[in-house]
T-cell receptor
């Protein structure tokens, strides 16, 4: 069975500081990995995804993530955050084979302070 | 394009009442999902569908039923609502497992 663990439920940072949001996954087959963002009272939007190939994936709004197969991790990073990045961030996994469930982690609330 | 549309956006039910949430997508996607979002729990998969006429159970299917009679619509039913089903419900669709999932704006359901 696949699962996703987001290691931090809340991450407070100051504006223009770097940030890393951590995500570990488990799956018995090859996976597709995603990061989504949710702004207050809205649905989720895709930030970036990893399917195959280069382990460093770039997404929207200056975010990037690195896939590490040996550590089963997919951490999200941004070198300099803005107030507008305040939101909840979700890591998600979808496996190939016959199991097509899109499974989410519990989310990390990123709060950017001035 | 409307994308993914959920109906209704808000609803208050009394314990024991039934209701159906409608999800409609206009992107010709094969895969559709229903999630519930509760504070501190993230999004938990209730049921999903990999194509017209198919449905499958997710992590928390008890108390819910679904139907996918038409490719563009995915219905979530509560036969006898309970206070534990108070939540925000999200529908999503994707073309395939590797593709972006598009989400609706959510339905806020309160069961009293």
């Amino acid at each position: 069975a696949q699962s996703v663990t987001q290691l931090d439920s809340q991450v407070p940072v100051f504006e223009e500081a770097p940030v890393e949001l951590r995500c570990n996954y488990s799956s018995s087959v090859s996976v597709y990995l995603f990061w989504y963002v949710q702004y207050p009272n809205q649905g989720l939007q895709l930030l970036l995804k990893y399917l195959s190939g280069s382990t460093l994936v770039k997404g929207i709004n200056g975010f990037e993530a690195e896939f590490n197969k040996s550590q089963t991790s997919f951490h999200l990073r941004k070198p300099s955050v803005h107030i507008s990045d305040t939101a909840e961030y979700f890591c998600a996994v979808n496996s190939g084979g016959s199991n097509y469930k899109l499974t989410f982690g519990k989310g990390t609330l990123l709060t950017v302070n001035p | 394009n409307a994308g993914v549309t959920q109906t209704p956006k808000f609803r208050v039910l009394k314990t024991g009442q039934s209701m159906t949430l409608l999800c409609a997508q206009d992107m010709n996607h094969e895969y559709m999902y229903w999630y519930r979002q509760d504070p501190g729990m993230g999004l938990r998969l209730i049921h999903y569908s990999v194509g017209e006429g198919t449905t499958a159970k997710g992590e928390v299917p008890d108390g819910y039923n679904v139907s996918r009679l038409k490719k563009q619509n995915f219905l979530l039913g509560l036969e006898s609502a309970a206070p534990s089903q108070t939540s925000v419900y999200f529908c999503a669709s994707s073309y395939d497992p590797s593709g972006e999932a598009f989400f609706g704006q959510g339905t806020r359901l309160t069961v009293v």
